[in-house]
């Protein structure tokens, strides 16, 4: 039996090491999350990811889209998708971690790696891909738009999802996406652009995944790209065990907290939680397919 990775998390210097929060109200239209870390211990607190998806069916997230970012936690995205029907997997290698892979002249064998886990039935997206430019200097920004445009080129050969990773590089995500072509199924996850970035990602047909950032008191910014996304490309996730949404902020986060986030969003928006919720339940079955595939 498939034992969890238990890669530990690192925290802010704000962060506290905190039990999980209580269950919610539970949904009475099922959702998903569609990007969590399911492998990533959160330190005395931990979960099993079996216990973290009973928490989430006892509250209506009836399935997860569990997310790898290196070649091991790929693989193990890959196993616990084959186990748990409540699982589906993206793989990739993160944006952060490519400098040094291509730097050790590794980067092409761990890409290749990444292609034959992607052929799998149970991987349904690659991701999280992307560029990320807080983290990385102009020394390593080659490599990430090397491996980013091999990821898009992975997604579209297999036919399935790209989840992209959009840190301070908004416009250099979208020149890439422009150059090379976006699969038919792109997902901006943990969106953190303003209204006008929204309306462009909308408006090439790709979908927004809002986590829990959208609840914080300082992301008006973000809520205001809510409010111009279109129903039909909103799609909801945690990045558990990180983001953890209002009123639970700074304790560890996990796919059983959704109902926070997407009762927010509901209110925010002005319309029923039942009706997003079958929206967004939708949109992640279009984006991903059957959980029951």
Same mark, same amino acid.
Request: with cysteine; net charge negative; proline share 6%.
């Given at each position: 039996?498939?034992?969890?990775?238990?890669?530990?998390?690192?925290?802010?210097?704000?962060?506290?090491?905190?039990?999980?929060?209580?269950?919610?109200?539970?949904?009475?239209?099922?959702?998903?999350?569609?990007?969590?870390?399911?492998?990533?211990?959160?330190?005395?607190?931990?979960?099993?990811?079996?216990?973290?998806?009973?928490?989430?069916?006892?509250?209506?997230?009836?399935?997860?889209?569990?997310?790898?970012?290196?070649?091991?936690?790929?693989?193990?995205?890959?196993?616990?998708?084959?186990?748990?029907?409540?699982?589906?997997?993206?793989?990739?290698?993160?944006?952060?971690?490519?400098?040094?892979?291509?730097?050790?002249?590794?980067?092409?064998?761990?890409? /290749?790696?990444?292609? !034959? %886990?992607?052929?799998? #039935?149970?991987? $349904?997206?690659?991701? @999280? *891909?992307?560029?990320?430019?807080?983290?990385?200097?102009?020394?390593?920004?080659?490599?990430?738009?090397?491996?980013?445009?091999?990821?898009?080129?992975?997604?579209?050969?297999?036919?399935?999802?790209?989840?992209?990773?959009?840190?301070?590089?908004?416009?250099?995500?979208?020149?890439?996406?422009?150059?090379?072509?976006?699969?038919?199924?792109?997902?901006?996850?943990?969106?953190?652009?303003?209204?006008?970035?929204?309306?462009?990602?909308?408006?090439?047909?790709?979908?927004?995944?809002?986590?829990?950032?959208?609840?914080?008191?300082?992301?008006? /910014?973000?809520?205001? !790209? %809510?409010?111009?996304? #279109?129903?039909? $490309?909103?799609?909801? @996730? *945690?990045?558990?065990?990180?983001?953890?949404?209002?009123?639970?902020?700074?304790?560890?986060?996990?796919?059983?907290?959704?109902?926070?986030?997407?009762?927010?969003?509901?209110?925010?928006?002005?319309?029923?939680?039942?009706?997003?919720?079958?929206?967004?339940?939708?949109?992640?079955?279009?984006?991903?397919?059957?959980?029951?595939?």
């Amino acid at each position: 039996m498939t034992e969890p990775f238990l890669r530990s998390r690192s925290r802010g210097a704000d962060e506290k090491t905190l039990d999980y929060p209580p269950l919610p109200e539970p949904l009475a239209v099922p959702v998903y999350d569609n990007h969590t870390h399911l492998e990533i211990e959160d330190g005395v607190s931990s979960l099993d990811f079996r216990e973290q998806l009973d928490r989430a069916s006892a509250v209506g997230v009836r399935g997860v889209v569990q997310v790898g970012t290196d070649l091991a936690t790929s693989r193990w995205s890959v196993e616990v998708a084959e186990l748990d029907p409540r699982i589906l997997a993206a793989v990739a290698l993160h944006p952060n971690d490519v400098p040094e892979l291509a730097e050790s002249g590794d980067l092409e064998e761990h890409l /290749a790696g990444i292609d !034959a %886990l992607a052929a799998r #039935p149970r991987v $349904r997206a690659v991701g @999280e *891909t992307g560029l990320d430019f807080y983290r990385t200097g102009d020394e390593g920004r080659d490599a990430q738009v090397h491996a980013f445009e091999e990821h898009i080129a992975i997604a579209k050969r297999h036919g399935i999802a790209l989840q992209i990773h959009d840190r301070d590089a908004h416009r250099d995500v979208m020149r890439t996406l422009e150059r090379v072509g976006a699969p038919d199924l792109t997902v901006f996850h943990c969106f953190s652009g303003d209204a006008e970035f929204a309306r462009e990602v909308a408006g090439n047909g790709w979908y927004l995944s809002f986590a829990g950032t959208v609840t914080f008191k300082n992301a008006g /910014a973000l809520r205001e !790209a %809510l409010e111009v996304t #279109p129903l039909d $490309r909103i799609l909801v @996730e *945690t990045d558990a065990p990180y983001l953890t949404p209002t009123p639970w902020r700074g304790r560890p986060n996990s796919a059983y907290l959704i109902p926070h986030t997407l009762r927010f969003m509901a209110q925010h928006l002005g319309v029923g939680a039942d009706e997003l919720g079958a929206q967004v339940a939708a949109n992640t079955e279009t984006v991903y397919g059957s959980w029951e595939d």
